[in-house]
Structure formats: structure tokens, C-alpha cells
């Protein structure tokens, strides 16, 4: 944001998501008289948005993680 310029400001959706769902959220959870399990619903959806953008921007992919492991139980004598 160099020089109050935010036409050049971009964002992952998957962040996107997950700031919506704590927006969401955190409106939900202060204010008054909304029963207890749409804010839990709010805050369940908020942390699986979460897990699910670190996840797909970790670039991890559980093969390779499977095919760098393997072998690596095998004491060497």
C-alpha cells in the first residue's frame, strides 16, 4: 500500500473466505441474543477455513511427505 494506493492490493481466496467467515463471526459473537450453537456453527466454519487455507498454501502434499518418510523408520547398524 505504497502511497495509499489499494487498486494494487490482491488476496488468496482462500484467505478471502476465512476473513469473511471471521467477520462472520466475531459480529455473531457480540452481539446480543443469538442462541449459542449459530455461534458455534460460525466458529467451527471459521476455524475449518482456516485449516483448509494453510493447508492448500503450505504446499504440502501428503505423497511426497509419505515418500520422503519412508525408509526413515529402518535403524542402520
Do not use: P
Not at 466458529?43 to 509419505?66: C, D, G
Amino acid at each position: 500500500m505504497e502511497n495509499g494506493n489499494d487498486d494494487a492490493i490482491t488476496i488468496n481466496k482462500l484467505a478471502e473466505d476465512y476473513l469473511y467467515a471471521y467477520i462472520k463471526w466475531a459480529i455473531l459473537d457480540n452481539k446480543y441474543g443469538i442462541q449459542e450453537y449459530i455461534i458455534r456453527r460460525a466458529q467451527v466454519a471459521k476455524t475449518a477455513k482456516l485449516r483448509n487455507a494453510k493447508l492448500r498454501l503450505s504446499n504440502i502434499h501428503a505423497s511426497r511427505l509419505i515418500m520422503v518418510l519412508r525408509g526413515k523408520d529402518k535403524i542402520i547398524k
